[in-house]
């Protein structure tokens, strides 16, 4: 059997990707224009206390590691800035996609975004990304695998048998059978929300870097590729019995020092119980 799908089949009569909510793309707004103020950011957050609730719930979590509790939307924004508001009010709002798919990718998705936070600043060229911003790529990175699920369980039941009798990975096993991998169609998924073209490259590329198309990106797809190396070694993994697996070139073209991986490795397994308060966060 061949891939019956290609992107666009699948997203024009197959596949309906979820939007973002509007209260999410209007702090988004606010935050990349250069006349907002804080206060402006708050307002539009409380607009949704449902989300205000959560982002706050995150905040006062032991992963960000706050000396005292946060107990107000104003409050966490003064006191963490608007980058960082943006990017937890769309980490709580991409967990409510996660809850959507299976309790293993979400353990994996959010490890792999501990790995990411702690690998970062080792990352040529990227060690001034905000840690938090580097925590939704690695969160994000399998969010295709969520709408396969979603769409098509069956084709994925084939994908995963077809993956453990041959021994290949997921991903091309994916493609034999539907058509498109779950990073491609992250990717059209990350492009959807708007999301920054690094991002989008990144995910589209963390299998295959020839499918970031952002030469300026390939470091970063590469970078995801490893943490999930990283956390698929650990078996933390989406797809249980899958198989750790990294084109060799994915470590020259990230360019992390090799002194670095046990920091990065000693760092997320320190990490790894916040992984767990993240996920009981979300129930």
Known sequence: MTGTYNI?????????????????????????????????????????????IKTLRLVNSAYYGLANKIISVDHAVALLGMKVIKNLVFTATVFETFNKGTGALLRHSVSCGVVMRTIIPSVPGFDDMDTEEAFVYGLLHDVGKIIFEQFLPKEVESA???????????????????????????????????????????????HNLAACTLEAARPLAATLAIADFICNACAIVSVPGATPYLPEEMWGTAGIPIASYPRILHAFFDSLGTVDELIELQQ
């Open 8 to 52: 666009d089949t699948l997203l024009d009569g197959i596949v309906t990707l979820p939007s973002l909510p509007s209260t999410v793309n209007r702090v988004t707004h606010l935050v990349n224009a250069p006349d907002s103020s804080l206060s402006d950011v708050a307002k539009a957050l409380q607009t949704d206390p449902a989300l205000a």
């Open 160 to 206: 995963i048998l077809l993956s453990r009798t041959r021994g290949i990975p997921v991903f091309e096993a994916e493609r034999y059978v539907i058509g498109v991998d779950h990073a491609e169609l992250g990717g059209h998924l990350a492009q959807r929300w708007g999301l920054s073209k690094e991002l989008v490259a990144a995910i589209s590329g963390h």
